[in-house]
């Protein structure tokens, strides 16, 4: 009897703990039970590692998007930041730098970007929508104005696949992503400097007054995000031979999206990366998911949006139903 | 007294108001003109009518990212309430609103009763709302022909104000009203200063919430009917990005996206700084990008001089040294801000003056030459062309358009263009029926008007600068599609946006091409590339998958043929062919490496360079009416035929010829 009590708690304790994710999960396996059915095709070795390899990008920068997002901060501008690290990986290759030398000047370039941007949001106090959002138009017109819409061609050889096979360098792309979100997932959780990011995130004068020093944490995310978002431009840009200049346009909503789909609350303090992961999972399969199905391009975004909406609403629903008068703490 | 009028520091947005105008009136020609300002506040209304409705949102501490989506729904449901189901103009353009209305309400339910994050709400239905316009009118259909009467609402001038102008007045006046004379406006403040405490006060906070979402559905659907009779045309990409230029408009008025804050005359003044940023830049013919820039500096800079002063009031104990504190870092930033206008405004200054006085003798023409997009690879490789006839005729040439796909854009210079007063304009047109008022405008005050690259309607310009007809591209993709299947097999298109018109023109040739000529050929699938390579190299890979007998990948927007080639290269499919629409630089790895077979394009430097020649001939009048041929400098003799400068045929890129072109 007691036995099966403490089951059940345990039970309820986990419900609660992956409350965000359940409604994105339910929404993945609903999706793909019915691609099992109506198009068996989309489960080939190659269309799913087609997959994995077109969203590592997106993950890598979803990872420092949970990581601001849990801060209770937004970043708008790293669409912009992906296209010029990008760009500069690409201009650095082509100075003769190896491939690697080259991503670490990205991430380098990538992690600036985003300093500017924590320090504006961190230190100046100014909300971080405003500033991000003023840096990714401003960046965006600056490349723009820059590099006059040319593409990087003539790359060295040894640029795209690192130099090495096709084969070899997926297996590198994969594994340093999932290293990525291993480490940023475990370090969030078990961590003093992860625990700091949800305790500022969750009430940023309180955890002034415990002792962590919330405008260095608000700081480090921004930073980080832009670092990730060099690693990412990298990783894209070894797949192709040549560089566009207008590259991530639009990615900012398509990392946001993944992120908050995957229950990380857009108030800071409540998320998780595992939440991540998933969302950056629903939001890869649902465009090609509906290509397998038959579905016309021309309602693929209604689709895409009704989707999404319903992830998230079930998920309000369901905690509204769950937990009454949880309004007040939510909207705060 | 300040802080009476301007709560949140407006003073600072009227300084840089101030000086936006002093500059632009000292650099840019007919700047400071009646007939100028009248026309920065008719291409304000649609913007101003979302940062209007956008205020109370953000002053409730929300955001509402679907404003510029719905300002797409509602256009493409009034265009085809009218066009398709011959509805009046009245009971289309209520419909269309009681759609802004619904739309509205639907986020407003989602926050106000569900409590969803208003960033989560707006964002899915950002993407809904557009998706729903795309679905519709399958992306493609534009309508256009609205009656005189309903265009004069965009178009006209009321006793010599633009008629519009009382749309945004009428929901300037009752905004203000709400926010600062209403029960409900201080309601709104109080439950953005604090939700709760607004709550126990007695307030009903959901309903007031639902309320602002509600009314800027309304104002968004508004917005939609006067971009609607402004352009002349309803298409399912109006209003994309307004989202963006209202909340900096609303932020930079002073309004904190924290909630609480925010007054109406701080957007409107928000609003006009904006938009005199971009009107004095066209003016003044500096680049577009330069907007981005410098509406990105101010917005961080007035914010930045903000905080800092809200940092010293909210410090006690010290007052009255962080006060003098304060003062000397607003004024420092004050006098940092001025000298970097001013030195600015300097070097632009000795720029612009250089040009008249070098030709003061003679009057130098001025060319003003629009792309679709500037970034885009195939405009700037046109533009090489166009500066090099420009240094041939010893002309000033302007190169401006918008940075991505935008009629509305197109009109806004073109309009600024006119007001500056330039010799000839030559537009490569994005939407026919928009761009041809106020082409036809720019040929009435006597400026020479060319088309290029697309075309408008006949009578808005002198002459079509014709490199290939929308016929002529189908039919010749077509054909080689079908040498290259031996007449008969499977194949898909990767297009560019959904929306684009030229690409969706040469869609329908090649579906009536493979009706009339090839019956054995077969399109299974056109897939959106938004005109990116990697998109287009991820739906190359789909289509692959999903449709095994495809043979064939007809790419028609530049940056996805080496999408669809780098796709082909890595999944190693040799039987699969990919040709299609593109520039020889960018793709001429893979079709050396044999995965792309053909790609077709005219000489994109020779139509730059035709362009600027034949502008200039044209304002110099040395092509008389009725000439039937026409003699373009280093191009030799070109065929005119009717209205239409012909340029040849287009241009078949191979293994053979692509080492032979540097473009």
Same mark, same amino acid.
């Given at each position: ?208 007054? +415990? ?9 480090? +995310? ?38 908050? +789909? ?54 309000? +629903? ?15 | ?89 009245f009971a289309a353009a209520v419909a269309a609103l009681l759609i802004g209305c619904a739309g509205g309400a639907l986020n407003g339910v989602l926050i106000a009763e569900f409590k969803i994050p208003p960033l989560i709400v707006t964002l899915g239905s950002f993407s809904a709302f557009r998706g729903i316009a795309e679905g519709i009118t399958h992306g493609a259909v534009n309508y256009s022909g609205f009656s005189k009467s309903f265009l004069f609402l965009g178009q006209g001038y009321v006793l010599g104000m633009p008629a519009q102008l009382p749309v945004l007045l009428i929901a300037l006046g009752g905004y203000a009203v709400l926010l600062h004379r209403s029960v409900i406006g201080r309601g709104l403040y109080a439950i953005g200063f604090a939700g709760n405490g607004a709550r126990y006060a007695g307030i009903s906070v959901a ?88 509406? %990105? ?38 006098? =940092? ?32 030459v629009m792309p679709k997009a500037k970034g885009d690879p195939y405009f700037v490789s046109c533009r090489i062309g166009a500066e090099e006839a420009a240094r041939e005729l010893g002309v000033e040439l302007i190169w401006d358009g918008p940075t991505g796909l935008d009629a509305a854009k197109q009109n806004e210079i073109v309009e600024s263009w006119i007001t500056r007063g330039v010799d000839a304009i030559a537009v490569a047109v994005e939407n026919q029926a928009g761009i041809s008022t106020v082409l036809r405008k720019a040929r009435q005050k006597g400026i020479h008007v060319l088309t290029w690259d697309a ?29 290259? =299947? ?23 040739? !090649? ?96 139509? %730059? ?8 001939? =044209? ?32 241009? =078949? !890129? ?10």
């Amino acid at each position: 009897m007691k036995k099966g009590v403490r089951s059940q708690e345990s039970g309820v304790r986990i419900a609660e703990r992956f409350r965000g994710e359940i409604s994105v999960g339910v929404a993945i396996v609903g999706l793909l039970i019915v691609l099992a059915f109506l198009a068996p095709g989309f489960f080939t070795r190659e269309n799913l590692s087609d997959l994995v390899l077109a969203n590592m990008p997106v993950l890598i920068v979803a990872l420092g998007m949970t990581l601001v997002i849990l801060t209770g901060h937004i970043d708008i501008s790293v669409g912009t930041m992906f296209a010029i690290c990008c760009v500069a990986a690409g201009e650095f290759a082509k100075l003769g730098l190896p491939a690697w030398g080259a991503g670490l000047a990205a991430c380098f370039i990538g992690a600036t970007l985003g300093a500017i941007n924590g320090t504006l949001v961190a230190y100046v106090r100014i909300p971080s929508i405003v500033v991000t959002l003023a840096a990714m138009v401003a960046f965006r017109d600056a490349l723009r104005w820059i590099t006059q819409g040319a593409w990087v061609q003539d790359l060295p050889s040894n640029f795209q696949w690192l130099g090495t096979t096709q084969a070899a360098s997926n297996t590198i792309t994969f594994g340093i992503a999932v290293a990525l979100a291993i480490g940023i997932g475990w370090g969030l959780r078990n961590l003093p400097a992860g625990r700091s990011v949800y305790a500022t995130g969750s009430n940023a004068n309180a955890a002034r007054l +415990v002792g962590i020093d919330s405008a260095l944490v608000t700081f480090s +995310v921004f930073a980080i995000t832009g670092a990730l978002t060099g690693c990412a431009a990298l990783l894209n840009s070894i797949r192709f031979n040549q560089i566009p200049s207008n590259a991530g346009l639009g990615m900012e909503m398509k990392v946001i999206t993944a992120v908050v +789909v995957g229950g990380t609350a857009i108030t800071g303090g409540r998320g998780s990366i595992q939440g991540t992961l998933l969302g950056v999972i629903l939001l890869g399969i649902i465009s090609p998911a509906l290509t397998f199905l038959g579905f016309s391009a021309y309602w693929e975004r209604a689709i895409q949006g009704l989707i999404i909406l319903c992830a998230v609403g079930f998920d309000a +629903v369901r905690s509204r139903w769950g937990r009454a008068g949880d309004f007040v703490e939510r909207t705060a | 007294m300040i802080k009476r009028w301007f709560p949140n520091g407006e003073w600072m947005v009227i300084l840089a108001l101030l000086a936006e105008i002093g500059i632009f009136s000292g650099v840019a020609q007919n700047f400071l003109t009646t007939g100028n300002f009248l026309e920065v506040i008719r291409l304000s209304v649609e913007l101003g009518l979302l940062a209007l409705a956008l205020t109370p949102v953000i002053i409730t501490g929300g955001i509402d990212l679907s404003v510029g989506s719905m300002m797409g729904l509602a256009a493409v449901a009034f265009g085809s309430l009218v066009m398709d189901w011959h509805w009046s103009i009245f009971a289309a353009a209520v419909a269309a609103l009681l759609i802004g209305c619904a739309g509205g309400a639907l986020n407003g339910v989602l926050i106000a009763e569900f409590k969803i994050p208003p960033l989560i709400v707006t964002l899915g239905s950002f993407s809904a709302f557009r998706g729903i316009a795309e679905g519709i009118t399958h992306g493609a259909v534009n309508y256009s022909g609205f009656s005189k009467s309903f265009l004069f609402l965009g178009q006209g001038y009321v006793l010599g104000m633009p008629a519009q102008l009382p749309v945004l007045l009428i929901a300037l006046g009752g905004y203000a009203v709400l926010l600062h004379r209403s029960v409900i406006g201080r309601g709104l403040y109080a439950i953005g200063f604090a939700g709760n405490g607004a709550r126990y006060a007695g307030i009903s906070v959901a309903r007031r919430i639902g309320l602002v979402y509600f009314m800027s559905g309304l104002a968004a659907s508004v917005a939609a009917i006067v971009y609607v009779a402004h352009l002349g045309q309803a298409k399912s990409d109006a209003g994309t990005g307004y989202e963006l230029d209202a909340i900096t408009a609303v932020v930079l008025g002073g309004a904190s996206v924290a909630g609480g804050r925010g007054t109406i005359l701080g957007t409107v003044l928000g609003l006009f700084s904006i938009s005199i940023l971009q009107n004095g830049l066209h003016l003044a013919a500096l680049p577009s990008e330069l907007t981005g820039i410098l509406t %990105g500096t101010v917005l961080v800079l007035t914010i930045a001089m903000d905080r800092v002063r809200a940092r010293s009031k909210t410090s006690g104990g010290e007052e009255a040294i962080e006060m003098k504190n304060s003062q000397v870092a607003i004024l420092c930033g004050a006098i =940092l801000l001025g000298s970097l206008i001013t030195a600015g405004a300097n070097v632009w200054l000795v720029k612009s003056l250089k040009t008249p006085s070098a030709a003061s003798a003679t009057h130098t023409p001025v060319i003003a030459v629009m792309p679709k997009a500037k970034g885009d690879p195939y405009f700037v490789s046109c533009r090489i062309g166009a500066e090099e006839a420009a240094r041939e005729l010893g002309v000033e040439l302007i190169w401006d358009g918008p940075t991505g796909l935008d009629a509305a854009k197109q009109n806004e210079i073109v309009e600024s263009w006119i007001t500056r007063g330039v010799d000839a304009i030559a537009v490569a047109v994005e939407n026919q029926a928009g761009i041809s008022t106020v082409l036809r405008k720019a040929r009435q005050k006597g400026i020479h008007v060319l088309t290029w690259d697309a075309d408008a309607e006949p009578d808005a310009r002198e002459y079509f600068l014709n490199q290939a007809t929308p016929e002529g591209i189908g039919n010749a993709l077509t054909d080689e599609a079908a040498r290259l =299947l031996g007449g008969k097999g499977d194949f898909a298109i990767i297009t560019g946006a959904l929306s684009a018109a030229n690409q969706n023109q040469w869609i329908a040739f !090649i579906k009536k091409r493979v009706e009339e000529k090839h019956p054995g050929l077969k399109l299974v699938t056109i897939r959106p590339s938004d005109d990116d390579r990697d998109k287009a190299f991820s739906e190359t890979q789909t289509i692959l998958k999903v449709h095994p007998t495809v043979k064939l990948i007809m790419a028609i927007s530049a940056p996805a043929v080496p999408g669809a080639g780098e796709a082909m290269r890595q999944a190693g499919r040799k039987d699969v062919d990919v040709i299609g629409l593109s520039l020889p630089g960018i793709c001429k790895p893979y079709i050396l490496g044999g995965v792309v077979q053909t790609i077709f394009l005219w000489n994109t430097k020779n139509l %730059g360079y035709l362009t600027v020649y034949a502008g200039t001939m =044209l304002s110099e009048n040395k092509i008389p009416p009725g000439a039937t041929s026409f003699q373009a400098g280093r191009l030799g003799a070109l065929e005119i035929s009717g209205s239409q400068i012909i340029l040849g045929a287009p241009l =078949l !890129i191979d293994k053979k010829n692509i080492d032979k072109l540097d473009f």
